[in-house]
């Protein structure tokens, strides 16, 4: 078992199209991926940079909307020149006569602009629009209790207790959606993990049933069993260096930290790469010609690495897709590795992700053995 699996994963490593996809290609999307979705969902939780165009005649209800603005969780930058304010993704521009226009009951028109394209860009539309609305209301609440709105009866308003308050607080140590490389290179990382085990472990295979290879194998005292398993244990080194290999360059290149239970990620992802390895298996063995086991491990590499957070962190998904990925043993690994890397919940919140991959793996296995085909 031991024979066959070691000539099967030097074989397999000395393939350039091997080499190509296991070493090459995950650090250009870990740079890809992590580049452009650095700061896609800083705004959801950060404070974003917007410049706000104040005339030197705003008055006393223009440093009022800053206040607010701020309190909504803003930067606000004031840029002293045009070409500055041009300058700024998130953009919002005060008329001129601001206070006197408001205290004459004129209409007045705040103009807001967004050029960003991450997606907070709403939630951003959104904290303005609270900054402005919360100010109207303040005016209207001074004039209602006979204080008249003035700089000091606003002041006042603002050391008023509120009636309503809402508490936020995170559920868990370091609760964010990650962003960026911490993204990036797991979610690669377990995307290249099933799509080298799936293509180059099942086309291999098929080729060896096509060429007689595996009709000579069954020729030989070796058992059904000792073949089968060899042949797994050559996809399952094939998935370790993968592995191993992405968390390096993950930690050299992109200086990803894997936080504290390193030990239960190395598990779960072992665990992850023998339930790959069983699965291309198993399409090695149903698989009736190399095009059609590419073109399955491709498409289900791609479709279950979206669906399961591979590209995109699933904590901004939608209720459903975040219940989907949790059938999906590329969302069981990436739920797992946001767990302990990200959220870093205790190497205890990945154990139930760690057993289920476990049995999976078995199943499957079991099943690629009764269908394993020598011609």
Request: hydrophobic share 50%; aromatic share 8%.
């Amino acid at each position: 078992m031991l024979f066959i699996a070691r000539k099967d994963l030097a074989h397999r490593l000395r393939g350039r199209e091997t080499i190509l996809w296991m070493f090459f290609m995950p650090v250009v999307f870990f740079y890809f991926i992590g580049t452009i979705t650095g700061g896609s969902y800083s705004g959801l939780t950060g404070r974003p940079r917007i410049a706000v165009m104040m005339p030197a005649d705003a008055g006393f209800l223009g440093d009022q909307l800053v206040r607010r603005l701020d309190d909504q969780g803003l930067q606000v930058d004031r840029p002293a020149t045009e070409a500055e304010f041009a300058e700024y993704y998130r953009r919002l521009r005060v008329p001129a006569a601001f206070t006197d226009s408001v205290l004459a009951g004129r209409p007045v028109e705040l103009l807001w602009a967004n050029d960003s394209e991450g997606l907070s860009r709403d939630f951003e539309r959104i904290r303005v629009g609270r900054a402005v609305y919360t100010l109207l209301a303040d005016v209207i609440a001074a004039d209602a209790m006979g204080l008249g709105p003035s700089a000091a009866s606003l002041a006042e308003l603002n050391a008023m207790p509120r009636r309503l308050k809402v508490e936020v607080t995170a559920a868990g140590e370091r609760r964010r959606v990650p962003t960026g490389y911490e993204q990036s290179v797991p979610g690669i990382m377990t995307m290249f993990t099933l799509l080298v085990l799936t293509t180059g472990g099942s086309v291999l295979l098929v080729i060896e049933r096509r060429q007689g290879m595996l009709r000579r194998l069954a020729s030989t005292p070796i058992s059904r069993l000792g073949i089968v398993g060899g042949k797994w244990l050559g996809m399952l080194g094939m998935g370790v260096v993968q592995i191993g290999f992405a968390m390096l360059a993950g930690t050299v290149l992109f200086s990803m930290d894997w936080g504290p239970d390193l030990p239960m990620i190395m598990a779960l992802m072992l665990a992850y790469g023998a339930l790959m390895a069983s699965v291309g298996l198993l399409l090695g063995c149903l698989a009736r010609n190399e095009n059609q086991a590419a073109a399955i491990g491709v498409i289900a590499a791609n479709v279950l690495g979206a669906l399961g957070g591979c590209w995109w962190p699933i904590e901004i998904t939608p209720g459903w897709m975040q219940k989907l990925s949790l059938f999906l043993p590329t969302g069981w690994a990436m739920d797992a590795l946001h767990k302990l890397v990200s959220f870093q919940a205790g190497a205890a919140s990945a154990l139930p992700h760690l057993v289920g991959m476990i049995l999976a793996a078995a199943i499957v296995l079991a099943a690629s053995r009764r269908v394993f085909r020598f011609e």
